[in-house]
Protein backbone atom coordinates (compact mmCIF):
# COMPACT_ATOMS: atom_id res chain seq x y z
CA UNK A 1 0.00 0.00 0.00
CA UNK A 2 2.68 2.52 1.13
CA UNK A 3 6.13 1.91 -0.34
CA UNK A 4 9.07 4.07 0.51
CA UNK A 5 12.75 3.53 -0.80
CA UNK A 6 15.43 5.08 0.34
CA UNK A 7 13.69 8.75 0.66
CA UNK A 8 15.89 11.89 0.88
CA UNK A 9 14.28 14.88 1.31
CA UNK A 10 15.12 18.56 1.98
CA UNK A 11 13.29 21.34 4.15
CA UNK A 12 14.55 25.37 3.65
CA UNK A 13 17.79 23.54 2.00
CA UNK A 14 18.44 21.10 4.27
CA UNK A 15 18.68 17.61 4.06
CA UNK A 16 16.30 16.24 6.72
CA UNK A 17 15.68 12.55 5.60
CA UNK A 18 18.29 10.89 4.78
CA UNK A 19 17.39 7.31 3.31
CA UNK A 20 14.14 5.99 4.50
CA UNK A 21 12.61 3.26 3.84
CA UNK A 22 9.18 2.22 5.32
CA UNK A 23 6.79 -0.63 3.63
CA UNK A 24 3.38 -0.78 4.94
CA UNK A 25 0.54 -3.55 3.46
CA UNK A 26 -3.33 -3.08 3.96
CA UNK A 27 -4.67 -4.28 7.33
CA UNK A 28 -1.49 -3.08 9.27
CA UNK A 29 -1.25 -0.50 11.69
CA UNK A 30 2.46 1.30 12.05
CA UNK A 31 3.33 3.09 14.88
CA UNK A 32 6.78 5.63 14.09
CA UNK A 33 8.33 6.84 17.23
CA UNK A 34 11.99 9.15 17.86
CA UNK A 35 13.36 11.72 19.17
CA UNK A 36 12.46 15.24 18.96
CA UNK A 37 13.77 16.62 15.36
CA UNK A 38 14.28 13.34 13.74
CA UNK A 39 12.33 14.25 11.10
CA UNK A 40 8.78 12.93 11.69
CA UNK A 41 6.34 15.63 10.27
CA UNK A 42 9.00 16.02 7.90
CA UNK A 43 8.38 12.66 6.83
CA UNK A 44 4.10 13.57 6.98
CA UNK A 45 4.52 16.80 5.47
CA UNK A 46 6.59 15.25 2.13
CA UNK A 47 3.87 12.42 1.59
CA UNK A 48 1.44 15.17 1.74
CA UNK A 49 2.98 17.06 -0.63
CA UNK A 50 3.30 20.00 1.57
CA UNK A 51 5.09 23.52 -0.12
CA UNK A 52 8.41 23.53 1.15
CA UNK A 53 9.56 19.87 1.21
CA UNK A 54 11.27 18.71 -1.81
CA UNK A 55 12.00 15.20 -2.58
CA UNK A 56 15.61 14.79 -3.43
CA UNK A 57 15.81 10.99 -3.75
CA UNK A 58 14.58 7.38 -3.72
CA UNK A 59 10.62 7.66 -4.07
CA UNK A 60 7.59 6.65 -2.24
CA UNK A 61 4.65 4.97 -3.99
CA UNK A 62 1.38 4.92 -2.96
CA UNK A 63 -0.61 1.52 -4.31
CA UNK A 64 2.10 1.80 -6.63
CA UNK A 65 1.78 5.41 -8.08
CA UNK A 66 4.92 7.61 -7.29
CA UNK A 67 3.07 9.90 -4.47
CA UNK A 68 5.58 13.21 -5.95
CA UNK A 69 3.54 12.86 -9.35
CA UNK A 70 0.24 13.75 -7.60
CA UNK A 71 -1.29 17.18 -6.39
CA UNK A 72 -2.40 17.01 -2.58
CA UNK A 73 -5.42 17.42 -3.77
CA UNK A 74 -5.39 14.08 -5.41
CA UNK A 75 -3.19 11.91 -3.05
CA UNK A 76 -6.45 12.92 -0.75
CA UNK A 77 -9.12 11.90 -3.38
CA UNK A 78 -6.79 8.55 -4.04
CA UNK A 79 -7.28 7.48 -0.49
CA UNK A 80 -4.67 8.85 1.88
CA UNK A 81 -5.54 11.21 4.75
CA UNK A 82 -2.90 13.08 6.50
CA UNK A 83 -3.58 14.48 9.86
CA UNK A 84 -1.28 17.26 10.95
CA UNK A 85 0.99 17.90 14.12
CA UNK A 86 -0.44 21.09 13.56
CA UNK A 87 -4.02 21.31 12.44
CA UNK A 88 -4.56 24.25 9.82
CA UNK A 89 -7.37 26.93 10.88
CA UNK A 90 -9.24 27.55 7.62
CA UNK A 91 -11.50 30.87 8.39
CA UNK A 92 -14.61 31.44 6.62
CA UNK A 93 -15.12 28.20 5.37
CA UNK A 94 -17.29 26.15 7.80
CA UNK A 95 -16.78 22.60 8.52
CA UNK A 96 -19.09 21.26 6.93
CA UNK A 97 -18.50 22.88 3.63
CA UNK A 98 -15.16 21.50 3.77
CA UNK A 99 -16.36 17.94 4.15
CA UNK A 100 -19.26 18.60 1.96
CA UNK A 101 -15.96 19.47 -1.21
CA UNK A 102 -13.44 16.60 0.28
CA UNK A 103 -16.14 13.69 0.49
CA UNK A 104 -17.36 14.58 -3.27
CA UNK A 105 -14.18 14.75 -4.98
CA UNK A 106 -13.12 11.78 -2.95
CA UNK A 107 -16.48 9.66 -3.87
CA UNK A 108 -16.36 10.63 -7.32
CA UNK A 109 -12.23 9.70 -7.41
CA UNK A 110 -13.37 6.47 -5.88
CA UNK A 111 -16.43 6.15 -8.27
CA UNK A 112 -19.02 6.69 -5.83
CA UNK A 113 -21.87 8.81 -6.28
CA UNK A 114 -21.87 11.83 -3.90
CA UNK A 115 -24.31 12.07 -0.90
CA UNK A 116 -27.16 14.45 -0.94
CA UNK A 117 -27.46 17.45 1.16
CA UNK A 118 -29.89 15.72 4.18
CA UNK A 119 -26.92 12.39 4.14
CA UNK A 120 -24.23 14.47 4.48
CA UNK A 121 -26.08 16.42 7.40
CA UNK A 122 -26.79 13.24 8.95
CA UNK A 123 -23.44 11.34 8.35
CA UNK A 124 -21.79 14.06 10.12
CA UNK A 125 -23.87 14.67 12.81
CA UNK A 126 -23.38 11.07 13.81
CA UNK A 127 -19.89 11.25 13.50
CA UNK A 128 -19.39 14.25 15.66
CA UNK A 129 -21.26 12.09 18.37
CA UNK A 130 -18.75 9.20 17.62
CA UNK A 131 -16.27 11.42 18.67
CA UNK A 132 -17.82 13.34 21.48
CA UNK A 133 -17.92 16.37 19.02
CA UNK A 134 -21.05 18.78 19.21
CA UNK A 135 -22.50 18.95 15.62
CA UNK A 136 -22.70 22.83 16.20
CA UNK A 137 -18.84 22.42 15.04
CA UNK A 138 -20.26 21.57 11.72
CA UNK A 139 -21.25 25.27 11.11
CA UNK A 140 -17.72 26.54 12.47
CA UNK A 141 -15.12 28.08 10.41
CA UNK A 142 -12.49 24.66 10.14
CA UNK A 143 -10.61 24.64 13.07
CA UNK A 144 -11.09 28.44 13.86
CA UNK A 145 -10.57 28.65 17.70
CA UNK A 146 -11.17 25.18 18.36
CA UNK A 147 -9.28 23.79 21.49
CA UNK A 148 -6.22 21.42 20.75
CA UNK A 149 -9.09 18.61 21.81
CA UNK A 150 -11.47 20.09 19.46
CA UNK A 151 -8.94 19.98 16.39
CA UNK A 152 -7.81 16.21 17.15
CA UNK A 153 -11.35 15.39 17.59
CA UNK A 154 -12.18 17.09 14.19
CA UNK A 155 -9.64 15.77 12.29
CA UNK A 156 -10.61 12.26 13.61
CA UNK A 157 -14.57 13.16 12.77
CA UNK A 158 -13.36 13.80 8.92
CA UNK A 159 -11.17 10.60 8.71
CA UNK A 160 -13.96 8.83 9.99
CA UNK A 161 -16.25 10.70 7.19
CA UNK A 162 -13.82 10.18 4.42
CA UNK A 163 -12.60 6.03 5.39
CA UNK A 164 -9.35 6.47 4.04
CA UNK A 165 -6.89 3.41 2.59
CA UNK A 166 -4.38 4.93 4.24
CA UNK A 167 -4.41 7.45 7.35
CA UNK A 168 -1.12 8.74 8.62
CA UNK A 169 -2.03 10.75 11.92
CA UNK A 170 1.10 12.84 13.15
CA UNK A 171 1.02 13.07 16.80
CA UNK A 172 -2.68 13.19 17.07
CA UNK A 173 -2.06 12.53 21.12
CA UNK A 174 0.05 15.76 21.65
CA UNK A 175 -1.88 17.98 24.74
CA UNK A 176 -4.67 15.40 24.88
CA UNK A 177 -6.47 14.43 28.18
CA UNK A 178 -7.42 11.13 28.72
CA UNK A 179 -11.02 11.21 27.33
CA UNK A 180 -9.87 12.42 24.44
CA UNK A 181 -6.89 9.89 23.91
CA UNK A 182 -9.75 7.10 23.72
CA UNK A 183 -11.99 9.31 21.53
CA UNK A 184 -8.89 9.07 19.36
CA UNK A 185 -8.43 5.59 20.13
CA UNK A 186 -11.74 4.07 19.31
CA UNK A 187 -11.84 6.10 15.71
CA UNK A 188 -8.95 4.86 14.86
CA UNK A 189 -9.27 1.45 15.81
CA UNK A 190 -12.62 1.78 14.15
CA UNK A 191 -11.32 2.27 10.89
CA UNK A 192 -8.90 -0.68 11.04
CA UNK A 193 -9.81 -2.69 8.46
CA UNK A 194 -8.45 -5.65 6.31
CA UNK A 195 -8.13 -3.41 3.82
CA UNK A 196 -6.47 -0.21 5.59
CA UNK A 197 -3.48 0.79 6.93
CA UNK A 198 -2.77 3.25 9.52
CA UNK A 199 0.22 5.42 10.69
CA UNK A 200 0.67 6.65 13.69
CA UNK A 201 3.53 8.71 14.70
CA UNK A 202 3.26 9.18 18.14
CA UNK A 203 6.31 10.49 21.11
CA UNK A 204 4.21 8.47 23.94
CA UNK A 205 3.84 4.63 24.60
CA UNK A 206 0.38 5.89 26.11
CA UNK A 207 -1.79 5.93 22.73
CA UNK A 208 -0.32 2.35 22.23
CA UNK A 209 -1.78 0.83 25.25
CA UNK A 210 -5.30 1.89 23.32
CA UNK A 211 -4.17 1.59 19.25
CA UNK A 212 -2.32 -1.94 19.71
CA UNK A 213 0.18 -1.39 16.46
CA UNK A 214 1.67 -4.18 14.43
CA UNK A 215 5.17 -2.88 14.44
CA UNK A 216 7.07 0.27 15.50
CA UNK A 217 9.63 1.98 13.88
CA UNK A 218 12.03 4.73 15.45
CA UNK A 219 12.80 7.39 13.50
CA UNK A 220 16.03 9.21 14.10
CA UNK A 221 18.23 11.33 12.09
CA UNK A 222 15.97 11.10 8.89
CA UNK A 223 16.03 7.18 8.67
CA UNK A 224 14.53 4.38 10.45
CA UNK A 225 17.02 2.66 13.05
CA UNK A 226 15.31 0.13 14.60
CA UNK A 227 12.16 -1.70 13.77
CA UNK A 228 10.06 -4.12 15.74
CA UNK A 229 6.97 -5.21 17.22
CA UNK A 230 4.78 -3.67 19.89
CA UNK A 231 6.84 -4.13 22.51
CA UNK A 232 9.85 -2.48 21.24
CA UNK A 233 7.27 0.79 22.24
CA UNK A 234 7.89 -0.46 25.74
CA UNK A 235 10.95 -0.93 25.92
CA UNK A 236 11.83 2.93 24.28
CA UNK A 237 9.86 3.90 26.93
CA UNK A 238 12.05 2.08 29.54
CA UNK A 239 15.24 2.88 28.05
CA UNK A 240 14.46 6.57 25.98
CA UNK A 241 16.27 6.79 22.62
CA UNK A 242 20.22 7.00 23.69
CA UNK A 243 20.92 3.54 23.00
CA UNK A 244 19.88 3.58 19.70
CA UNK A 245 21.35 6.98 18.61
CA UNK A 246 24.34 6.56 20.54
CA UNK A 247 23.76 9.44 22.63
CA UNK A 248 24.33 9.33 26.15
CA UNK A 249 21.55 11.43 27.47
CA UNK A 250 18.65 9.38 26.07
CA UNK A 251 16.11 12.10 24.70
CA UNK A 252 12.19 10.43 25.28
P1 LIG B 1 9.96 15.75 14.45
O1 LIG B 1 8.56 15.81 13.94
O2 LIG B 1 10.56 14.39 14.39
O3 LIG B 1 10.09 16.34 15.82
P2 LIG B 1 10.51 17.57 12.26
O4 LIG B 1 10.31 16.76 11.05
O5 LIG B 1 9.46 18.53 12.66
O6 LIG B 1 10.89 16.62 13.49
O7 LIG B 1 11.86 18.39 12.09
C1 LIG B 1 13.07 17.80 11.63
C2 LIG B 1 14.10 18.89 11.37
O8 LIG B 1 13.69 19.65 10.25
C3 LIG B 1 14.25 19.86 12.53
O9 LIG B 1 15.63 20.17 12.66
C4 LIG B 1 13.47 21.06 12.07
O10 LIG B 1 13.97 22.25 12.62
C5 LIG B 1 13.64 21.01 10.58
N1 LIG B 1 12.47 21.60 9.89
C6 LIG B 1 11.26 21.04 9.79
N2 LIG B 1 10.40 21.84 9.12
C7 LIG B 1 11.12 22.94 8.81
C8 LIG B 1 10.83 24.17 8.11
N3 LIG B 1 9.60 24.39 7.61
N4 LIG B 1 11.83 25.07 7.96
C9 LIG B 1 13.06 24.83 8.47
N5 LIG B 1 13.40 23.70 9.13
C10 LIG B 1 12.46 22.78 9.30
MG1 LIG C 1 8.45 17.34 17.30
MG1 LIG D 1 6.75 16.40 14.70
Partial sequence: ????????????GEEILK????????GEV???????????????????????????????????QDLSALEPEERAHAGL??????????????????LKASLEATRKAQGKEPWDAVTLLRQARETCKQVDLDPQFLKRGVNEGFSGGEKKRNEIMQMLLLQP?????????????????????????????PDRA???????QRLLDYIV???????????????GGKELA????????????GEEEASA
Fill in 19 to 26: GLNLSVKP
Fill in 213 to 227: PDYVHVLANGRILKS
Fill in 165 to 193: KLALLDETDSGLDIDALQVVARGVNSLRS
Fill in 1 to 12: MLEIRNLRATVA
Fill in 81 to 98: FLAFQYPVEIPGVSNLEF
Fill in 234 to 245: LELEQRGYGWLT
Fill in 30 to 64: HAIMGPNGSGKSTLTNVLSGRDGYAITGGEALFEG
Fill in 198 to 204: IVLVTHY
